[in-house]
């Protein structure tokens, strides 16, 4: 978007006799499509037409709504494009614009919405699975049958390790990961009963 006195202004596209549109803030020919994406990009622009200087913006953003149509994307079932035909010429083209343009509002806040909860969900999920691998490399620490071969190996290099834990020790620990592990199951079912 260009800057003037400190405000955005629209990107001032120029639509030619022979169909061609002109963006003037990068000085290169576009196509509907590359029109469709600054929509997606949320930039602004208008549509002019090159010989009167008309805007000409909504009969524009409708073509493109055309050929996406054609082109198999159907948004626009049969049934809502037959009831809005029906509203041209009752004296509603002030009322339904405004009732249409509020229903898709509200329809994009609960489309971000539902994408931050999604988002919020997964590092949910993450963190569980980061504990409960945490969890299971200690259980697998305790339980790993070649732990006694590989701390001979690891003695000869290193330090002496300290005397091994008491049995009451182990069992408490093993106690404590058992319990860590069942709240770890809790708090996912939780999550997955929210969701």
Known sequence: MSEKDGANEPIVIKKYANRRLYNTATSTYVTLEHLAQLVRDGEDFVVRDAKSGEDITRSVLTQIIFEAENSGQSLLPI????????????????????????????????????????????????????????IFERAMSMFNPFAATEGAKAEETAPPAPAPAPAAESKNEIDALKQELHDMRRRLDEMLKKG
């Open 79 to 134: 049934s809502f494009l037959r009831r809005l035909i029906g509203y041209y010429g009752h004296g509603l083209e002030a009322l339904v614009p405004r009732y249409l343009d509020a229903s898709i509002d509200s329809f994009q806040r609960q489309q971000d919405e539902m994408q931050r909860k999604f988002a919020n969900d997964i590092k949910q999920f993450e963190e569980v699975g980061r504990q409960n691998l945490a």
